[in-house]
């Protein structure tokens, strides 16, 4: 049980363009979701938070007209990075968690975007 | 802001030996997680502390939770190949919240 999946799980696109990752919570309802990006060979660094119905909370640093999160349904929040640059390249990981599964986090597998 | 800092960044092993990774925070926290993440892959979670002084063991690996709350640590004992990988302590965002800060990891290679 607690199964996140993502979607996809590699993407590359042309720098300018948007793009948009998928983190769905597959057997449970997930009350929040959050948003990491990770650079080679370092730590996680949360980008938002989310939950469902209401508007994602940014952490410092991170633009939030750029990332745009969309919560819809308890198994659903989306990420979309606007107007790519190369920069924007990492791993991005989400992960979920509800009250009735306990304290850690479930995380997807991730999605290495890659931005030319 | 709150940190966290793990020691060693990186680790070699002899398959068979001892692993120790130390994990640090700027801040008390109310409870510690331990996530372990293969190449290529996703965190896992291993463990959460909570009290002052607690011991926990899952069959090779002992976690502990200082007196302080401020740090923390994880031991493997006789490592395996399938030790392989980046193990990070986490503890939650100060402030409280169901956010976490994650440590900056140590990443543990076994070889044969």
């Known amino acids: 049980g607690a199964v996140v999946s993502q979607h996809p799980s590699r993407v590359i696109c042309k720098s300018g363009t948007s793009v948009k990752i998928e983190c769905r919570s597959l057997?449970?309802?997930?009350?929040?979701m959050f948003w990491y990006r990770q650079f080679p060979k370092q730590s996680l660094m949360l980008m938002a938070t989310s939950n469902e119905g209401s508007k994602a909370t940014y952490e410092q640093g991170v633009e939030k007209d750029k990332f745009l999160i969309n919560h819809a349904s308890l198994t659903l929040s989306t990420l979309t990075v606007t107007s790519a640059h190369p920069e924007d390249s990492s791993f991005y990981i989400c992960s979920a968690r509800t009250p009735g599964l306990g304290i850690e986090q479930y995380f997807g597998p991730g999605t290495r975007l890659t931005v030319t | 802001g709150q940190q966290v800092m793990q020691i060693p960044q990186y680790q070699h092993v002899q398959e068979g030996e001892d692993f120790t990774t130390y994990c640090n925070s700027s801040t008390t926290l109310s409870n510690i997680q331990w996530y372990k993440q293969r190449p290529g892959g996703h965190p896992v979670f291993l463990i959460q502390?909570?009290?002052?002084?607690e011991v926990k063991k899952q069959k090779r690996l002992t976690f502990q939770f200082g007196e302080a709350k401020k740090n923390s640590s994880l031991h493997i004992t006789a490592t395996q190949t399938t030790d392989v990988g980046t193990y990070f302590c986490a503890g939650p965002f100060t402030g409280g919240g169901n956010k976490l800060t994650f440590g900056t990891g140590t990443q543990l290679k076994v070889e044969l």
């Open positions: 502390l909570v009290k002052s002084g």
């Open positions: 057997d449970f309802q997930a009350t929040t």
